[in-house]
DNA sequence: TATTGTTATACTCTATAACTATA
DNA sequence: TATAGTTATAGAGTATAACAATA
């Protein structure tokens, strides 16, 4: 007889908690004027791995048009710059600001504050064999680790 | 100076995995007509926890309006029945039919294949440390965990 | 004609508000 | 008058489709 219980999967548990750290993300970003889709544009251009808007949108998984709407909104906050790409006029290259690095700065720290609510009941060692065993499967599902 | 990248906290990777995971399990279950919502109230039902549809909303912290349409959509394939308390003719009670257990079986087992793809690259007592150190997380943020 | 970015539109999920029936 | 459930409506988030500029 199978008794296995649907909350006990790591499926169930890590679906379920990443909603609520989501959730929890989210609300500390909105001091800021962002949501996590912002700030994962912001990591991306960080790490260099994409620019023109097209080669973000393929990267991050979401609609092309979806993209213009967080560049729009960053470049608001004066967070991107727009250049147009002198050798293709269509494209548009995203330029992380000075402004920007500073609000992916802020965002981290946000994310590291949360950490330590989140990792309050676990020994130091726990916390980091969690974070980096997490670090594989992130990798494993082609999610950026660092 | 501060180096720390936002993509190796345990906020960000819990909140992208969480994602990635969620949207597998999801696919997984639109073949038997479900959302993870549904499987979510299943596993209310089966727990005891809750039966009323408002004592339901409160424990998934959705709302009641919500629980309505789940219900709705559970019931047209068999897995609960709506029962009226007769001490109290307003209240809906939810029961898991035979149906709706061996559904949510099946769910279950859905979950643990997915386990097995996510955790391919760990050593077994890497997957099971993981899990339990995530059901320690769940437990602290008021998620079921069994 | 194909591609990049943009705009217009539509769809999914979920919440809030209005309503019905019981209490 | 208050509460459980339901229905109607609205909002957030994101995708798809139509369009403009450039190649």
Redesign the interface.
Known sequence: M?T???????????????????E??SARLAAHGLK?KH?GLL?VLESGTATSQLDIAKLMNVAPSLVVSLADRLEELGAVRRERDPFDRRRQTLALTQEGREL??V??RA??E??TE?????RPE??E???S??????R??G????
């Not at 649907?6 to 379920?16: I, K, V």
């Not at 989140?118 to 676990?122: A, I, K, M, N």
């Not at 999610?143 to 660092?146: A, H």
Request: include cysteine; proline fraction near 4%.
């Open positions: 199978n296995v219980k649907l909350t006990s999967t790591l499926a169930f548990r890590l679906g379920t908690l990443g909603a609520v750290v989501s929890r993300f996590p700030v990591t992916l700065t965002c981290t994310a590291a949360l950490d989140l990792t309050g009941d676990l726990e916390a064999a969690l974070r065993v997490l670090g594989t499967l992130a494993h599902s999610l950026p680790t660092d």
